[in-house]
């Protein structure tokens, strides 16, 4: 089981310019699709007198959510060149805009694919890049005397605490690396037999 992922820390930048055509490249780090649909709209209205707004994005530590879109470039020009460093950098949560500055020479399809590549390649190379694990939330109601017991369990396996509600029944909800979820669980069913 593949139980991590690499994505990108903080938002990085990227550059690149080919016969007066500027290529700015940003590099976020996203985790919904309203994460992505609001940095677009940024951009949009930041850079609103650049020609093109090119984007990739790849979500999910399974890697199948994912987009490219052209805006208005030659087809497969722009944003398939930007999810194809994405790809070939095996990222996921990651939003690569790629805004472009025409300069009154056209690149033809291959210079495009170019540009928009290196543009992008250029804002990951930028990046500080961090490696994920994928977790698995657990949630365990107990009576109030396992207390010791349970938090014995979650000193000895170190999950992160979500949340925990300690009332006549406790519950507390933990997140753990999903290759390691069924042995927590196991152990915490084992508590309810004792």
Known sequence: MIDEFKTVKNISEGFYSEKRSKFLAFAHHVETVEDIKEILAGYRKKYYDARHVCYAYMLGAAREDF??????????????????????????????????????????????????????????????????????LITYDFPYVMMNDVMRIVKDMQPRIVSQDYDNTCRIVLAIRQSNAAQLRERLSKLSFE
Not at 105 to 123: F, P, Q, W
């Open 67 to 136: 987009r490219a879109n052209d805006d208005g470039e030659p087809s497969s020009t722009a944003g398939k060149p930007i999810l194809g460093q994405i790809n070939s950098n095996e990222l996921t949560d990651i939003l690569i805009v790629v805004v472009r500055y025409y300069g009154g020479v056209n690149l033809g399809t291959s210079g495009l694919i170019v540009a928009y590549r290196e543009a992008a390649a250029d804002a990951i190379n930028h990046a500080e890049i961090e490696v994920r694990s994928v977790e698995e």
